[in-house]
């Protein structure tokens, strides 16, 4: 329907830059059948050829969305029980926790593995590398500007 919105929009658009012009044309797609019958049919055919173009892609993006909407339909019904299968923890087992007991446990073990890293590069690497890893994770740069 987006599309269908910008078209309108840019329909709109050009007429009110060239108002004479679409004036002149919407006299001649009026009077055109009365006065030069040949032209008047083909400019009305050409008309009517683009309002069923217009209805046909509506009509095919309206059925496309019914379809993925029964589709989405389905397969959040098959699980109904637990996370639904579009989120990012879908295959995830969390063995009857909550939420908040699961973003606890993994700060937990972030946090462990974290004190295990900053012992392991204080005690196993010499002083100048712990020194350029600290500095890169751990301080703040302030920052002001220059005009």
């Not at 309108?8 to 012009?21: G, H, Y």
């Not at 049919?41 to 209805?55: E, K, N, S």
Request: glycine letters at 8%; one cysteine or more.
């Amino acid at each position: 329907m987006i599309y269908l919105k910008i078209v309108f929009f840019a329909i709109l658009a050009f007429i009110e830059r060239n108002p004479k012009l679409c004036i002149v044309l919407a006299l001649l797609a009026i009077f055109a059948p009365v006065v030069f019958k040949f032209v008047g049919w083909i400019i009305l055919g050409i008309i009517a050829l683009a309002i069923v173009v217009m209805g046909v892609i509506a009509w095919r993006m309206r059925t496309m969305q019914r379809r993925v909407e029964r589709e989405f339909q389905s397969h959040t019904s098959s699980n109904a029980g637990g996370f639904s299968g579009f989120s990012g923890f879908g295959n995830m087992n969390t063995g009857g926790m909550t939420l908040e007991e699961l973003v606890r446990q993994m700060q937990a073990q972030a946090n462990a593995q974290k004190q295990t890293n900053n012992n392991s590069s204080t005690n196993g690497a010499n002083s100048s590398t712990s020194r350029v890893r600290d500095s890169r994770n751990d301080d703040y740069v302030d920052f002001e500007e220059i005009k």
